[in-house]
């Protein structure tokens, strides 16, 4: 049997439990007429972008959910994360100013020497068609019909030369993209370590 001060405090239990149990929130949206709403139900979906609070029945706000962020800021928000990203990459891969001279004078180095390359083949190439056009000229010069693999071999090194004019203007491209992107690199650089570029 229960003494009667424990039954007051079961009693008391019983009717708080269940104000407890049905504590409920309220959220707190503006609709579409610029009215304040307090729904128990929660915020229809095209409210949800605007932002909402969560209360409680007292009116204290427990919750605020701020409104979706606009294109604009959001592009904003994705324009910083990604430079953040660059600067900290840029960081790892330069410690000085020095650092960025050396890779870009490696860089240049290497398609200088590219360049030089496929300038030389396109030179040989030039070389060995003006000789078969030698030969073919003395061929007519003979009297002589030009044999087709001759003509064939003209045509190939006339392709061949394409190729390499091809080539060399693409590593020129890439050497002037390279200056570009190693300037912006220093420069970067340079703000980021507070020093003179």
Do not use: C, W
């Not at 001759?150 to 061949?160: F, P």
């Not at 190729?163 to 300037?183: C, K, L, N, P, V």
């Amino acid at each position: 049997m229960l003494k009667p001060g424990s039954l007051r405090v079961a009693l008391l239990l019983g009717l708080l439990l269940p104000l407890g149990a049905g504590a409920t929130e309220l959220y707190r949206y503006v609709n579409d007429k610029g009215v304040t709403v307090l729904d128990r139900q929660g915020v229809p979906p095209q409210y949800i972008g605007k932002g909402y609070e969560v209360i409680n029945e007292q009116g204290r706000v427990i919750r605020v959910i701020p409104p979706a962020p606009s294109a604009e800021e959001m592009q904003r928000q994705l324009d910083e994360k990604a430079r953040a990203s660059s600067d900290a990459q840029l960081l790892r891969l330069y410690s000085t100013l020095e650092d960025v001279d050396r890779a870009k004078a490696r860089k240049l180095t290497e398609l200088d020497g590219l360049i030089g390359v496929a300038r030389g083949n396109l030179q040989s190439l030039r070389s060995q068609q003006a000789n078969l056009q030698g030969q073919a000229a003395d061929q007519e010069r003979a009297g002589r019909q030009v044999p087709e693999h001759l003509l064939a071999q003209i045509d190939n090194l006339k392709a061949e030369q394409e190729h390499a004019q091809q080539d060399i203007q693409r590593y020129e491209t890439a050497r002037q993209q390279a200056e570009a992107s190693f300037g912006a690199d220093r420069a970067r650089l340079a703000k980021l370590l507070g020093v003179q570029p």
